[in-house]
């Protein structure tokens, strides 16, 4: 089992609707959560963390997370083309400070 | 303030000779971590420095070191160059261990 698991996508959302990305780990002690926008030919850059359980919002941007489903979540309102790039979750271990990152999905924002 | 700072950009070398990495963390920023970035394997974690310390270290064989300066600059080295040594390879700072990471821009490493 991977220890941060996305599905790899492409994803293709309309302009305008919501973008969904998932990310489930498997480390259950596991208490930082970060998602990255990684463009191509670019490097990550954060958009946002979160610690604890429910929902976390910064404008259009939502991350859910549900510790006891070592779920993660990703919302994205009003999707624009310049949101099409790859999504990283990014997970910190509970027994060491490293921070383990998914495989990203790729999001596609169609006019 | 200034970013995380990588040099060189770009990197080509031939298999069996080794490469020095460099990385400039943001100010105020004491831990660094090091990662491998591939089309087919994503983000793999290298290492991580605090306080001029190893303090986490990925699954690479041992070809691949590190260190950090007391000013928390950090360097990453590769020995004995393999072919699927050729990677981007991406240094981040964050203010302290497992907090966010803020990433340079990479040393793409091509192996010949």
């Known amino acids: 089992q991977k220890e941060v698991e996305q599905n790899s996508g492409p994803l293709s959302v309309p302009e305008g609707a919501i973008a969904s990305l998932n990310c489930t780990y498997s480390?259950?002690?596991?208490?930082?959560f970060f998602w990255y926008r990684q463009y191509s030919g670019k490097s990550p850059e954060l958009i946002m963390s979160i610690y604890s359980n429910g929902d976390k919002e910064d404008g259009r941007f939502t991350a859910q997370l549900n510790k006891a489903s070592q779920y993660v979540s990703l919302l994205i309102r009003d999707s624009q083309p310049s949101d099409s790039a790859t999504y990283l979750c990014a997970v910190r271990y509970s027994s060491a400070s490293k921070i383990i990152f998914g495989s990203g999905t790729r999001l596609s924002i169609r006019p | 303030k200034a970013g995380v700072t990588q040099t060189p950009r770009y990197l080509i070398k031939t298999r069996g000779q080794q490469v020095t990495l460099s990385c400039s963390p943001i100010?105020?920023?004491?831990?660094v971590s090091w990662y491998q970035q591939t089309p087919g394997q994503g983000l793999q974690f290298l290492f991580e420095y605090f306080s001029e310390t190893q303090r986490n270290k990925g699954n690479f064989p041992g070809r691949f070191s590190g260190r950090q300066f007391s000013n928390s600059r950090s360097e990453m080295n590769v020995s004995t160059l393999e072919l699927g040594d050729s990677a981007l390879y991406l240094c981040a700072s964050s203010l302290a261990q497992g907090r966010e990471l803020f990433f340079g821009s990479g040393t793409q490493l091509s192996v010949l």
């Open positions: 100010s105020g920023h004491r831990s």
């Open positions: 480390d259950r002690g596991s208490q930082s």
